[in-house]
């Protein structure tokens, strides 16, 4: 290695705490003041190591009779002498003292969660998330309550849409935890906001696609629009919550919500295909059901009801004529010779 280089201070963790450029040979690191690099630990003597270039232009790297020592790491030996090589680590006290050169490659830039916008000051609006959760939890209530096909009360209805609510300040609770282990930022109030406006969406588009299925009598259809709004749902919320907890790019974000939204999804569906039960407590209709202004289909009036059944019935009146007579025969047939005979 040859100079320029850089000599970064890390605590014991392997954070970075300074960088030095250094353009010339031998420079000296300690605690005194007459150092070339002065390190602010107790634990490092005043003047702890000397660094200089040997006759090939490798670091040499010597402790000046310091108290404490000097350290390679990986194994732990100590040294008085050690030629060092680009991005090793040697441990002086309580601090790390790792060589590279200028052309070493940075990290990419990560992506900014504070910057200032309308939009971003009130995705972190403490006083926003209670307007969402009172609406999430309206819109959740009033799901439960169309949904109950049986009289209503409203504990049953609370208690129903309650465990849902706790999930979602549980998830809320650790996507912030996350958050603040990753971006060093709590960020309760964006994470409750977006989970809770994202959810009052899914609800109500999954409504929407019940009366579509109602109005447009096509069957499976709202089954089929909710599967594709599940996995919209999902990966919606999870580059969401990664976006603002994590450090990744666009790209990263959307593959590894992709990859997750598939398996979460997949199992989701799967586990679900397994456990269906043959009985269900609950009523289960062949088409979904709404108030009968919503039919879009022409109704067809009492006379015509009772005439496509007349047609329906026909065919199984001459049935049962045919079956009755074949009956008839066969009887006939088995009958005794003397049976048969007049008397």
Known sequence: MEAPLIIEILDRFGKVKDRHKVTKFPLRIGRSYKNDIIIDDNYVS????ELMLDGDGHILATDLHSDNGMFTLHPLVRHDILTLEEDQRIRIGHTDVRVRSEDFDVKETFFDH??????????TSVLFLPLIWALTAGILLANQYFAVTHEVH??????????????????TFIW?????????KFYFAYHGIFVGLLLSG????????EYLEFIFPISGLADLLIIFSDIAFTYILLYG???QSTHFNKRKTRLSSAIATSLIVGVAYLIVYVNEPQYQSQPVYSSTMK???FVMKKPVTIDQFF???????EPLVEKKSAQDKNDSNNRDKDAPDDKKLDP
């Not at 504070?114 to 995705?123: Q, T, V």
């Not at 409203?154 to 309650?162: D, H, M």
Request: proline fraction near 8%; hydrophobic fraction near 50%; glycine fraction near 4%.
């Open 202 to 209: 899914f609800y109500f588009i999954e409504l929407a696609f």
């Open 176 to 184: 912030s935890i996350v958050s603040k282990i990753i971006t060093h």
């Open 307 to 313: 005439s496509n059944t007349s047609q329906l019935a």
């Open 291 to 293: 108030p009968p202004m």
């Open 241 to 243: 919550h990664l976006r």
């Open 46 to 49: 005043p003047e702890h190591v």
């Open 154 to 171: 409203f504990n049953q209805v609370l208690g129903a849409v309650l465990p849902t609510f706790i999930v979602i300040i549980v998830w």
């Open 114 to 123: 504070g910057k200032p916008s309308e939009l971003h000051l009130l995705m």
